[in-house]
């Protein structure tokens, strides 16, 4: 039951800025006065990002350093940043669409806390822990799948999920087909909208709800944890996930032959920080001659030199720096619970041995017709495990 939660509710702060409302709708202040902000923008292969802040060398800083941490990657990027605190956000093509991999699991878990009003199941609440914590693909499966309808017309759709997104105006998102969750269609802006949520904003889930959310998010295993928290400042509490998909050497498309898919969304608060960031990529390929997990590594250092670019300029003083794939570092106050690094040294499980190198995007299962037909999509090829 969501009533036993105890974590305190986090609540939005600070006033509203462009693109906070691009992203989030009209808030409740909306309608105060806003800061008087600076707007900087410079060019990337993606597009231009663009920046604005209360505070003008902030605004170039982040514009800049951005701009140079994608300077040289061959991936295609997306983010949004909204820092409500400082009235800081930042944008880089934040509308455009990357298939979710396991991104989409805090949208299947915030569909799930609207359905049942908050009183999951002591099973669902199983489900759910290890859907986020572990980034279990089964439990996600299920939980899709309780989420689900049959039509008369014998069509299987996620209308609890599609219910939430429309709660919420998400309207940027369009759930895979069938079983697939991992190609539901996400972009950056509402995936912030989607922490916003979680965080209180809307009335879409009650505060205990998205505590409950958060606090999944806030307990993800630390070889986990890679990508948007690379940088964080140690004091922060960091509440994360994370997705990564590779697409068969056979697709359809050739820009899809062996790409990989890499996502990470994470909210920063406590001790003074309030801000969202979603990085999304994909392009991400292996140099010929490489074993294929290179084009996964290329993805996070990519998604990971974003990140620190806005934790640099963001923030001051020491920061956590990025736990490695495949090597969770030890917990520091406000970046991981005892309880992360507990589940950090179990054994891997099967839905983190060499295959979900592959399959973490839910394309297994039950979702596989779905997605041979809905999406003329391959199978991804396997790949091996090489730590």
């Avoid at 973490?360 to 999509?377: H, I, K, N, S, T």
Wanted: proline content about 7%; aromatic content about 4%; charged content about 20%.
């Amino acid at each position: 039951m969501i009533s036993k939660v105890t974590r305190p509710a986090v609540v939005c702060a600070g006033l509203a800025s462009a693109v906070s409302l691009l992203v989030c709708g009209p808030p409740a202040h909306a309608l105060e006065a806003p800061r008087a902000v600076a707007t900087a923008t410079a060019e990337t292969a993606d597009g231009a990002v663009s920046c604005t802040s209360a505070d003008r060398a902030t605004a170039r800083t982040l514009t800049t350093d951005i701009a140079e941490a994608l300077r040289t990657r061959r991936s295609t990027v997306s983010l949004a940043l909204d820092d409500r605190g400082t009235a800081t956000t930042c944008v880089l093509a934040p509308q455009r669409q990357y298939d979710a991999a396991s991104v989409s699991k805090p949208i299947i878990l915030g569909a799930l806390l609207r359905a049942r009003g908050g009183r999951l199941s002591a099973e669902e609440e199983e489900l759910a822990r290890k859907m986020i914590v572990t980034s279990d693909n089964d439990a996600a499966s299920a939980l899709w799948k309780e989420l689900s309808t049959t039509g008369s017309d014998g069509v299987t759709r996620p209308t609890g999920v599609e219910q939430f997104l429309k709660a919420a105006g998400l309207n940027g998102i369009a759930p895979g087909p069938g079983g697939a969750f991992g190609l539901t269609r996400v972009d950056a802006q509402d995936l912030v909208r989607l922490l916003r949520v979680f965080r209180g904003e809307g009335g879409v889930l009650t505060s205990a709800e998205g505590s409950y959310a958060l606090g999944l998010m806030h307990e993800v295993r630390n070889d986990q944890r890679w990508g948007t928290p690379a940088s964080a400042p140690r004091d922060a509490e960091v509440h994360v996930k994370n997705g990564w998909l590779q697409r068969s050497d056979k697709a359809e498309e050739p820009a899809d032959r062996g790409d990989w898919r890499i996502n990470s969304m994470a909210a920063f608060t406590g001790a003074g920080h309030d801000y969202d960031l979603v990085v999304l990529t994909q392009n991400n390929r292996a140099p010929a001659g490489q074993p294929a997990r290179e084009g996964y590594r290329y993805g996070i250092a990519t998604v990971e030199g974003v990140a620190k670019a806005v934790h640099s300029a963001l923030n001051a003083g020491p920061s956590a720096g990025p736990p490695r794939p495949g090597q969770p570092d030890a917990p520091t106050a406000g970046t991981a619970p005892p309880r992360a690094a507990a589940a950090a040294a179990e054994p891997r499980r099967a839905a983190d041995g060499p295959a979900q190198w592959a399959l973490d995007g839910g394309l297994a299962g039950a979702g596989l017709a779905a997605v041979l037909v809905g999406r003329r999509v391959l199978l991804p090829t396997p790949v091996k495990d090489d730590s």
